[in-house]
Each structure stands twice: as structure tokens, then as C-alpha cells.
């Protein structure tokens, strides 16, 4: 389990959430307990249970967290209405995504397991409630590149839902992939990348070796 936290004076709401985030960096996630995590953090488990009611909702509330995470990851590189000013930039900000996205899943295993399984089913249930805990996904920053691919003619025609569907599988199958070890290529992350980024501009019909 983490190494005993320090509890915040007055905010065990947050020193919750911090001791799960840590337990997932740990790799520890599957085997905390609220129980165990009101004994490391000094406090009686009846006060843990009035934060949180049972330990998929302190893991729904990390889950949140990793998806604001990856949000502003995207938007620190294709800022919402931001569009490429030149095609070199269209193509970078494409590299620069798939490499957000599965440095992301690299860096934060549990973390992002669980916002695409279970966990993440039961978070993106409740979040779909409000449009603002759902704005710029990976789907949205996705149809936002190939826009501008097209803007500035290098895609042969504007790509629909199904083509951004395809890009954001193959790069989620890529980051999927690349932690379990099932590539061969698994520790080499720059290539992981570069090649899943070429092979969804290639499947766009944007060839780069024709540009």
C-alpha cells in the first residue's frame, strides 16, 4: 500500500482521492480498501464512509481526474477553435496527440485502465449528466486535427465519424498494446508512436512520403 499520507487538516475529502491516486501510481489500486486507507490515514472508517460511500465511488472520482488530465493534455496541444495555421502544423499537432494520449496511458497504467473499463463506464455515466465534464475527448480532439487536415487540402475528402472512430481505436489499441508488452516494440514509445500516427494519416489518405 502508499506510505502513510499526511492528512490535510479538515480535508479528508481530498486526502482520500490523494491516497487513491497514489495507490494507483503504485500499483496497488486493486487491493485498497476504504478500511485500510482510513488506518493509514488516522482516521475512523465511519469518517472515510461519509466521504465516500463505497470504494467505486473514491475510484470514480480518480477516474474524473485522469480524464480532465488527459483533456488538458489535448488542449495544451490543439487548443478548442485554435486551428493549424499552416499544414506542417496540422501534421505535428497529429504526432503530438497520439503522443499525449499514449505517454498518458504509459505514465499512469492503473489509472487509465480504469477510466476505460468498469470504473470509467460507471464515471462517464454520470458525466455524460453535464456537457462540460465531456467536452474535447479524445473523439472530439480528433475530429478537431482531421478538420484541419482538410482545411488546408491534404485530405483527399472531410473525414466522418467512422474514420475518427477508427484513428482513436487504433491509437487506444497502440497504448493498450504497448503497456501489456504484446508489441515487440513496446519499449521503443517514440516509434509506438510515429507509427500509429502515420498509419491513421495513411488510412485518412494522407501519405507523408507524398509530401
Not at 498518458?104 to 463506464?121: K, P
Not at 480528433?142 to 482545411?151: E, F, K, N, P, T
Request: proline share 3%; charged share 25%; aromatic share 8%.
Amino acid at each position: 500500500m502508499p506510505d502513510k499520507l499526511k492528512l490535510k487538516r479538515g480535508d479528508l475529502h481530498d486526502a482520500l482521492i490523494d491516497y487513491a491516486l497514489e495507490a494507483a501510481r503504485q500499483g496497488h489500486i486493486e487491493v485498497m480498501s476504504l478500511r485500510q486507507a482510513a488506518r493509514d490515514l488516522g482516521v475512523s472508517s465511519g469518517a472515510v464512509y461519509r466521504h465516500f460511500a463505497d470504494k467505486d465511488t473514491l475510484l470514480g472520482a480518480i477516474v474524473k481526474i485522469g480524464f480532465f488530465d488527459l483533456r488538458d493534455r489535448f488542449l495544451a496541444v490543439r487548443p478548442e477553435g485554435a486551428v493549424a495555421q499552416t499544414p506542417q502544423e496540422a501534421i505535428d499537432r497529429c504526432f503530438a496527440v497520439t503522443r499525449a494520449y499514449i505517454t498518458f496511458a504509459h505514465d499512469n497504467n492503473a489509472l487509465w485502465h480504469m477510466m476505460f473499463g468498469r470504473i470509467g463506464m460507471i464515471c462517464r455515466d454520470e458525466m455524460m449528466k453535464d456537457p462540460e465534464l465531456t467536452r474535447y475527448t479524445l473523439f472530439d480532439v480528433g475530429m478537431a486535427l482531421c478538420s484541419d487536415l482538410y482545411h488546408h487540402g491534404l485530405l483527399p475528402r472531410r473525414p466522418d465519424v467512422a474514420d475518427i472512430r477508427y484513428t482513436w481505436s487504433a491509437t487506444h489499441g497502440a497504448a493498450d498494446l504497448a503497456q501489456s508488452g504484446a508489441r515487440m516494440d513496446h519499449e521503443r514509445l517514440d516509434e509506438v508512436i510515429y507509427e500509429t500516427t502515420q498509419r491513421n494519416l495513411r488510412a485518412l489518405g494522407l501519405d507523408l512520403e507524398q509530401i
